[in-house]
Nanobody, 125 residues
Framework: VQLQASGGGLVQAGGSLKLSCEAS????????VGWFRQAPGKEREFVAA????????EYEDSMKGRFTASGDNAKNTVYLQMNSLKPEDTAIYYC???????????????????WGQGTLVTVSS
């Protein structure tokens, strides 16, 4: 499975960005796509995830209400709409796919089988 994340860039605080993650290859066995981020000098953290089959979503608590994950099955693409961005949202954002069906597992990086290369989001104050 190959993942291509895109949509990152420079935005002012309070602004919005929409990230995309396109999956290709042997995607049939993959149940969900997750978004993680890693800021300089910090650990990678879970952001959001969406399950292909029914659109079930999971979010890190601090991002609920600002970030929205969605998907287009026909395009094998998942999106992350990020609103009300803050400087602390600055990070490299990664998408990953998992065969796990239990959405509680989506919060854990160890649950994921394949990762994309990441896209940089920079939020200026």
């Amino acid at each position: 499975v190959q993942l291509q994340a895109s949509g990152g860039g420079l935005v002012q605080a309070g602004g919005s960005l929409k990230l995309s993650c396109e999956a290709s290859g042997r995607t049939r066995s993959m149940n969900a796509v997750g978004w993680f981020r890693q800021a300089p000098g910090k650990e990678r953290e879970f952001v959001a995830a969406i399950r292909w089959s029914d659109g079930t979503t999971e979010y890190e608590d601090s991002m609920k209400g600002r970030f929205t994950a969605s998907g287009d099955n026909a395009k094998n693409t998942v999106y992350l709409q990020m609103n009300s961005l803050k400087p602390e949202d600055t990070a490299i954002y990664y998408c990953a796919v998992t065969t796990a069906y239990n959405s509680l597992l989506y919060h854990f990086a160890e649950s994921y089988d394949h990762w994309g290369q990441g896209t940089l989001v920079t939020v200026s104050s």
